[in-house]
C-alpha cells in the first residue's frame, strides 16, 4: 500500500533522514512530503536537499530556508540582508540546482487525499490558507487571547489546540513544544538539529515514527509554550 510520509524540520541531518525513511519502510512509489526547514543549522543542507531531489519530494518553505534565500538575493544583489553568518555559510555552498529547489517551495501544500495540509509553522483560524500571512506560515508558534497568530511562545495557547478543523494541519518550526497532538493538528518538530528526534507522521496509518539524532548539532533556545493541551 502506498503511504504518504510527512517529515518534521530536518535542518541539514542528512543521516536522519535517511535514517527516518528506513523506519518508516520508504518504498518506491510512497510519497515524501517535508514540512520546511529543510536547510540550515545541521552538517549537510546540500545532502538534504540532494535527497529531496531524488526521492522527488515535496516541501514547503521554512523560515531558515528563507533566511538562506534572502541571502542570494542579497548576494546577487551586491546587499546585506537582515539574516547572519549562519545562512550566509549555507548559502555560499548550494549550487543552482539547490537555488531551484529552494525558490520552487511553496507556503502550503494540500493533500486532499487525506484531507489533510502541510505548512511550516501555523494558521490562524478562520482564514484560508490562500489569504494567510506569508510571515505567520513560516514563523507562528501561538494564538494570542484576540485570536491572532503570534510568532512568540509565551503570547497565548499553542495554534494546533484551537484548529477546529476538518482538514487535518501537520507542521513544524516549535521545537521546544515537542511532538504536539491536537484533534485536527499534529505538530512534527521533535528537535532532531538540537539532539532529539526527527518525526514523520504516516498517512493514512495516521501513525508517527520517530529516530534519534545522531549527535547535537545546534544550541536550543528553550522557551516554555502555554496551552500545550
Not at 515524501?32 to 545541521?42: P, S, W
Request: glycine share 10%; aromatic share 4%.
Amino acid at each position: 500500500m502506498r503511504q504518504t510520509i510527512v517529515i518534521g524540520d530536518v535542518h541539514g541531518c542528512a543521516h536522519e533522514l535517511a535514517d527516518l525513511l528506513d523506519a518508516c519502510a520508504y518504498a518506491a512509489g510512497d510519497v515524501v512530503v517535508l514540512v520546511g526547514d529543510l536547510v540550515a543549522k545541521g552538517p549537510d543542507s546540500r545532502g538534504v536537499l540532494q535527497l529531496v531531489r531524488t526521492l522527488q519530494a515535496r516541501a514547503v518553505r521554512g523560515n531558515h530556508d528563507n533566511a538562506v534565500l534572502r541571502w542570494h538575493q542579497a548576494l546577487a544583489a551586491g546587499t546585506a540582508p537582515e539574516h547572519g553568518p549562519l545562512h550566509l555559510r549555507v548559502a555560499r555552498e548550494l549550487s543552482d540546482e539547490d537555488w531551484a529547489l529552494l525558490l520552487g517551495l511553496p507556503l502550503f501544500l494540500r493533500l486532499p487525499e487525506h484531507k489533510a495540509f502541510v505548512v511550516h509553522a501555523g494558521v490562524v483560524p478562520g482564514i484560508t490558507l490562500e489569504a494567510q500571512a506569508p510571515d505567520l506560515l513560516m514563523n507562528m508558534r501561538t494564538l494570542r487571547p484576540d485570536g491572532t497568530g503570534s510568532r512568540r511562545a509565551e503570547d497565548g495557547v499553542l495554534w494546533g489546540s484551537r484548529w477546529p478543523g476538518p482538514e487535518l494541519a501537520l507542521f513544524g518550526h516549535h521545537a521546544t513544544a515537542g511532538l504536539q497532538r491536537h484533534t485536527h493538528a499534529i505538530g512534527l518538530d521533535t528537535g532532531c538539529v538540537y539532539g532529539g528526534q526527527l518525526s514523520a507522521y504516516l498517512l493514512p496509518q495516521a501513525r508517527v515514527v520517530s529516530v534519534p539524532a545522531r549527535e547535537v548539532y545546534a544550541p536550543i533556545e528553550h522557551s516554555a509554550p502555554k496551552g500545550s493541551a
